[in-house]
């Protein structure tokens, strides 16, 4: 594990993307999971979809069999799915919506509205010594329901917040920043690790890298995009730096 306090989790989806674009298997996620985990991340995250349009079942066996950290599987709470994360006994699994209805406004998980569809699958993975994450959005609703459900830790959707900032509409990204920053703070106080992750770059990784609540950022495709340019392994360790210095306003 890195020194800081903060995880880095790279998600390497959009490898398998790539790959798939061919068919065949170059690009390969594992063999980036392992530079990644070289050039000094925490964990690697893979989601693997209903549809199947990026990482597919071997690559998640691989995935688990062949690298050193953490692996985190993304999923939706179906009986599929909790299947076959049973089956390749991740360290952690983060439950995600595909489906429309199983989103709130915000594009996260509706853990508040979805309840008893998510019940079991957050039982049957805790019962299996996975650590679960329910991916929502910071509001209250969404915060108390994951902490009734019994998931302990919870991923904030920062997506609304980065658009906002892409676009530079500074007011609306203050508003999701608020909401962020105060959601982290309730999650906390109700006993829930918080990690985050969507649309990160190195400005949102650093910023948010101050908020001392947060323990993990899952990083996907600004870092792939990037590594065409820099590399992988340059740019995880940019990554890297980003989130210490923010790191390092949290501590100040
Ligand atoms: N965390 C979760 C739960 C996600 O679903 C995703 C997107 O797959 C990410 C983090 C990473 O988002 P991005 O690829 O935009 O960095």
New binding site residues.
Partial sequence: MSPSTLRL?V?V??VATIRNARGGRHPDPVRAAKLAIAAGCDGI?A?LREDRRHIRDDDMARLKAEISKPLNF?MAATDEMVAIALKTCPHAA?L?PEKRTERTTEGGLDAAGQRKHLAPAVLALKQAGIRV?L?IAATQGQIEAAAELGAPVI?I???AW?DALTEGKAAQAKTEWDLIKSGAELAQSFGLEV??????DYASAETIAALPQVME????????GEAVFEGLDETVKLMRAAMDRGRKKANA
């Avoid at 950022?217 to 600004?222: D, Q, R, S, T, V």
């Fill in positions: 989790g998600n989806d959009h995250t989601h993304e983060c995600v994450s991916f991923e959707h920062t997506g980065c990690h985050a992750g969507h649309g990160l950022l899952n990083i996907g495709h600004f870092l792939i």
